[in-house]
């Protein structure tokens, strides 16, 4: 079932990050229902450094195409700022799509961008990013693949702008809202209670600007989706790091770490064995 899909259901999407092909398999395995393509954890797994604008969109897009091939589940995709002008934006569009994905998000920040919930993030013109909505929206194949409209001026220019520039979004095409760093559930709730017929997007961030509330609490305010971008990926840092220490100190290995038979499972060496039995 697509993303559109479960949105027209009405059903409520918790999409854990995921990173890198490996990450979307144990999420999927697991059972996420959708997936979300973190640029954090990309940036993170691919370069070891931040999400700062630093991996292109080819890199990006790669990464869709690497995820989309050993998964089935819905992907939402960060598209960061579409990687400069309408033409890079339109490019985005129709590769993310291509490659598989259900959703791109786009930003309204400079670029380079920064990570949401970090220091220092500007954006641009709210008509240059009515701009690249529409281009977004004009650039697609099908209107099953969804555009997801980022505003990050809620920490620089406060909630009402934020709310301006969200209207303006929507205006243009965007087919999901996503208003990053609300600083209070009161806001949030006002987010929800300004665009009712809108699916809104919920960044769940330990350690973020915005308040973590369990699914039902977000449904209740009136979301539809709630994106975990670095959960998997502190979890897999801290399991390494737990890992690390016994292997140091003693030379010896955890017995509640996924073992090779586990590890083979995940990633489907069955499939390649069988090819070996073909007479």
Same mark, same amino acid.
Request: with cysteine; charged share 25%.
């Given at each position: 079932?697509?993303?559109?899909?479960?949105?027209?259901? #009405?059903?409520?999407?918790?999409?854990? +990050?995921? *990173?890198?092909?490996?990450s =979307?398999?144990?999420?999927?395995?697991? #059972?996420?229902?959708?997936?979300?393509?973190?640029?954090?954890?990309?940036?993170?797994?691919?370069?070891? %450094?931040?999400?700062? @604008?630093l991996?292109?969109y080819?890199?990006?897009?790669?990464?869709?195409?690497? /995820?989309?091939?050993?998964?089935s589940?819905?992907? /939402?995709?960060?598209?960061?700022?579409g *990687?400069? +002008?309408l033409?890079?934006v339109?490019?985005?569009?129709q590769?993310?799509?291509?490659?598989?994905?259900?959703? /791109?998000?786009?930003?309204?920040q400079?670029?380079?961008?920064?990570? @949401?919930?970090?220091?220092?993030r %500007?954006?641009?013109?709210?008509?240059?990013?009515?701009?690249?909505?529409?281009? =977004?929206t004009?650039?697609?194949?099908?209107?099953?693949?969804?555009?997801?409209?980022?505003?990050?001026?809620?920490?620089?220019?406060?909630?009402d702008?934020?709310?301006?520039?969200?209207?303006a979004? /929507?205006?243009?095409? !965007?087919?999901?809202? *996503?208003?990053?760093?609300?600083?209070?559930?009161?806001?949030?709730? %006002?987010?929800?209670?300004?665009?009712? #017929?809108?699916?809104?997007?919920?960044?769940?961030v @330990?350690?973020?600007r915005?308040?973590?509330?369990?699914?039902?609490?977000?449904?209740?305010?009136?979301?539809?989706?709630?994106?975990h971008?670095?959960?998997?990926l @502190?979890? !897999?840092?801290a399991?390494?790091?737990a890992?690390?220490?016994?292997l140091?100190? %003693? #030379?010896?290995?955890?017995?509640?770490?996924?073992?090779?038979?586990?590890?083979?499972?995940?990633?489907?060496?069955p499939?390649?064995?069988?090819l070996?039995?073909?007479?």
């Amino acid at each position: 079932m697509s993303l559109k899909q479960l949105l027209d259901q #009405g059903q409520f999407i918790s999409a854990p +990050g995921v *990173f890198d092909p490996l990450s =979307a398999r144990v999420a999927e395995s697991c #059972g996420a229902r959708a997936l979300y393509m973190t640029g954090y954890g990309v940036s993170a797994s691919l370069l070891g %450094k931040p999400d700062a @604008g630093l991996v292109s969109y080819r890199e990006m897009v790669d990464r869709v195409r690497a /995820i989309c091939e050993v998964t089935s589940t819905p992907l /939402i995709a960060d598209g960061d700022t579409g *990687f400069g +002008g309408l033409a890079n934006v339109r490019q985005a569009v129709q590769g993310y799509e291509s490659a598989g994905a259900d959703a /791109i998000q786009l930003e309204d920040q400079e670029y380079p961008k920064r990570c @949401g919930h970090t220091k220092n993030r %500007k954006v641009i013109p709210a008509d240059d990013m009515v701009r690249k909505i529409r281009i =977004a929206t004009e650039s697609r194949a099908s209107s099953d693949f969804l555009i997801v409209a980022r505003t990050d001026s809620r920490t620089e220019h406060g909630l009402d702008e934020a709310l301006r520039r969200s209207e303006a979004y /929507i205006t243009a095409g !965007a087919d999901v809202l *996503f208003l990053e760093s609300p600083e209070s559930v009161e806001e949030m709730r %006002k987010i929800a209670e300004t665009f009712p #017929g809108t699916p809104k997007l919920a960044n769940m961030v @330990g350690g973020g600007r915005t308040p973590v509330l369990p699914d039902d609490e977000l449904k209740t305010l009136g979301y539809q989706i709630a994106i975990h971008p670095v959960y998997l990926l @502190g979890a !897999a840092v801290a399991g390494m790091r737990a890992a690390m220490a016994p292997l140091l100190e %003693k #030379g010896t290995e955890l017995d509640t770490v996924a073992d090779l038979e586990d590890l083979n499972q995940l990633v489907d060496f069955p499939a390649v064995w069988a090819l070996d039995e073909l007479k």
